[in-house]
């Protein structure tokens, strides 16, 4: 009995896990898209924001549009992982390709950005330090998070093969 009632917490605390993160994720699509949104309406409202650096505004909300669907494919991939931790499948191939396309969707987007301060160094006569010192942020932000993710997908791989192992000793 008293086994029983520890699998049945187990599985109970697995879904509360999983029943949080995917509020988190909820959380963070609204935020998302109220960011996303804001940046877009702003940009469009005020469409000589960016005249004075030699920016055309299109470039800048094709950006903002890229950003923002890699950030929400990101999202959907992070929210299979949810579901698969209130399975109680935490360690498996498929949570393993999820982070491993959440690195590279947030890799890709890191190179979108420094392409794109690539193109904005070449395109305009005085680049502002300001916003190149914001894009470098945001690209920082892009691959260390590709990296945390890759990593977190490289541990999830070797304990799924650690499970695999005992799975085959007992």
């Known amino acids: 009995m008293d086994r029983q009632n520890k699998k049945h917490q187990k599985e109970t605390s697995q879904a509360g896990i999983a029943a949080r993160l995917k509020i988190l994720t909820l959380c963070a699509a609204i935020v998302g898209a109220l960011f996303f949104g804001v940046c877009g309406v702003s940009i469009i409202r ?3 924001l960016f005249e004075e650096q030699g ?3 299109m470039p800048v909300l094709l950006l903002v549009g890229i950003t923002a669907v890699f950030c929400y494919a990101a999202l959907w991939q992070f929210w299979k ?3 698969a931790i ?3 499948n935490s360690f498996s191939m498929e949570n393993y390709v ?3 396309i959440m690195s590279g969707l947030f890799v890709i987007l890191g190179i979108i950005w420094l392409l794109s301060i690539g193109l904005y160094m070449l395109l305009t006569d005085s680049a502002e330090f300001r916003l190149l010192f914001r894009m470098f ?3 920082f932000v892009w691959f260390a ?3 945390l993710t890759g990593a977190l997908a490289r541990l999830i791989d070797k304990a799924r093969r650690i499970r695999e192992e005992n799975d085959l000793t007992i």
Do not use: H, Q
């Open 46 to 48: 005020n469409e000589y």
């Open 55 to 57: 920016i055309s505004d």
């Open 81 to 83: 992982v949810c579901c």
């Open 86 to 88: 209130g399975n109680d």
């Open 98 to 100: 999820s982070f491993r």
């Open 137 to 139: 942020e945001y690209t």
């Open 145 to 147: 998070v590709g990296g």
